[in-house]
């Protein structure tokens, strides 16, 4: 293999790495769409990618929460008047489950994927 191949070659994988990151960088957080909390309160929450919550009340929107994805397993909520909460969350199927401490097991709250056209 002559050096202009190796070059070539080394240009074409820098490339590549580089679409891999950009597109891993893009990529939706798993959070993200409408999830709704059990009975009787049943609230519907839409996490957004710019990092907002949203309660939607029928063809209303309100932004209750902002959130931001700490790592794999791990995310900070703030409410309207700046307070921090941090949990911890698995998604299993099409339930989200907010723990006080993944580790020990303690579930804070439960959401449930809705349907995309629900309102």
Same mark, same amino acid.
């Given at each position: 293999? $002559?050096?202009? #191949? ?11 790495? !580089? @679409? ?5 960088? $893009?990529?939706?957080?798993?959070? %993200?769409?409408?999830?709704? @909390?059990?009975?009787? @309160? *049943?609230?519907? =929450?839409? /996490?957004?990618?710019?990092? *907002? %919550?949203?309660?939607?009340? &029928?063809?209303?929107? =309100?932004? %209750? =929460? &902002?959130?931001?994805? !700490? ?10 008047? +700046?307070?921090?909460?941090? /949990?911890? =969350?698995?998604? *299993?199927?099409? #339930?989200? #489950?907010?723990?006080? $401490?993944?580790? @020990? +097991?303690?579930? %804070?709250?439960? &959401? &449930?994927?809705?349907?995309? $056209?629900?309102?």
């Amino acid at each position: 293999m $002559n050096r202009r #191949t190796k070059l070539l070659f080394s240009q074409l994988g820098a490339l590549a790495l !580089i @679409t891999i990151l950009i597109f891993a960088c $893009n990529a939706p957080q798993p959070i %993200v769409g409408k999830w709704r @909390t059990d009975a009787p @309160t *049943s609230l519907l =929450f839409e /996490y957004l990618e710019d990092g *907002s %919550v949203m309660l939607v009340e &029928h063809s209303h929107k =309100f932004v %209750v =929460f &902002h959130y931001k994805i !700490i790592d794999a397993d791990s995310l900070q909520l703030y409410d309207g008047m +700046g307070r921090l909460r941090e /949990y911890d =969350f698995r998604i *299993s199927g099409d #339930t989200l #489950t907010f723990y006080d $401490n993944l580790a @020990t +097991g303690k579930i %804070v709250l439960q &959401h &449930h994927r809705a349907e995309l $056209n629900e309102d």
